[in-house]
């Protein structure tokens, strides 16, 4: 880690520093700042990176407020991804197709895009490069963070997407969002019931819920009936891993978490914001350094 400049970097800023942030309700455990701010000291740029704690009702206030303040662009984590989206000036095509807004730039007008799905594949292809081409895909989870996954997937070669959720409607209404785009039927909208579900056929599974994250020590996978060649990927990070990766582990099965996904998508919303490539090796070594064990 010796190679690394410190963190965090002193600087009060000056009166030319671009303004970098994430909104959230709650956001004091994002670690974008610390990816963010570390990339920009790596690289010498004048941007400092804040989060910022609003509320659901504060958001479009929030919004003409940083752009009064002439902020260069902001992420946005829960609750305000979909929220954001009808404020926006513009919208990317990833963000029309996710129906959901992670990362806004503003200039003179305020343009919404959605850098997840990007920063999903590519920390799979990472990992698993002959994934999901032509494989069945189960994903958990019909909330948010489905969306981006679900657009994702849609623009690659998976052979079926199966959308299982504990609400079933609301997973036929995400198949149903994403008809237009779904010529093929590939989402196949289900119950989340374990013994229904088809283990058996899938090569890539893929869990968007929180389930896990409060003391929970099972999940409604069946983890002795999926293939021994299955993928599983939590887009959820842990320090150092997550309950499902566990679990996926001492089952002999690959996995990963959601760490490659928050890197990939920050990189993107950086150079978005600063025209520089994040230096992602570094950024890599930084937070798996953070995250091991004292």
Request: charged share 15%.
């Amino acid at each position: 880690m010796s190679s690394l400049t410190p963190w965090p970097k002193p600087c009060l800023g000056s009166g030319k520093t671009h303004l970098l942030g994430v909104f959230g309700d709650p956001v004091a455990h994002s670690l974008s700042p610390v990816i963010h701010n570390l990339a920009l000291n790596l690289l010498g740029l004048d941007y400092r990176y804040l989060p910022f704690h609003v509320p659901p009702e504060r958001l479009h206030a929030a919004l003409q407020g940083f752009r009064a303040l002439g902020g260069t662009g902001f992420n946005a984590t829960v609750p305000h991804k979909e929220a954001l989206v009808p404020w926006m000036d513009e919208l990317s095509t990833a963000a029309i197709r996710a129906g959901a807004v992670n990362t806004v730039h503003c200039t003179d007008i305020v343009v919404g895009h959605n850098t997840d799905g990007h920063g999903f594949l590519a920390a799979l292809k990472e990992k698993r490069p002959d994934l999901p081409q032509g494989a069945k895909v189960l994903v958990l989870g019909a909330g948010g963070a489905a969306r981006s996954v679900l657009s994702a997937l849609l623009e690659t070669q998976c052979e079926a997407i199966f959308l299982a959720n504990r609400t079933p409607d609301r997973a036929q209404s995400l198949a149903q969002f994403f008809a237009s785009y779904d010529s093929d039927h590939r989402i196949k909208p289900m119950a989340l019931d374990v013994e229904r579900l088809p283990w058996e056929e899938i090569s890539l599974l893929v869990h968007t819920t929180s389930l896990g994250l409060k003391g929970e020590t099972s999940l409604p996978v069946a983890f002795h009936r999926l293939p021994t060649h299955c993928f599983v990927y939590d887009i959820v990070y842990g320090r150092p891993d997550t309950l499902l990766t566990r679990l996926a582990t001492r089952h002999g099965l690959q996995s990963m978490d959601g760490l490659g996904m928050l890197i990939h998508q920050a990189a993107a919303a950086f150079t978005l914001w600063t025209g520089h490539d994040m230096p992602i090796d570094a950024i890599r070594a930084y937070l798996t350094h953070l995250g091991k064990p004292s």
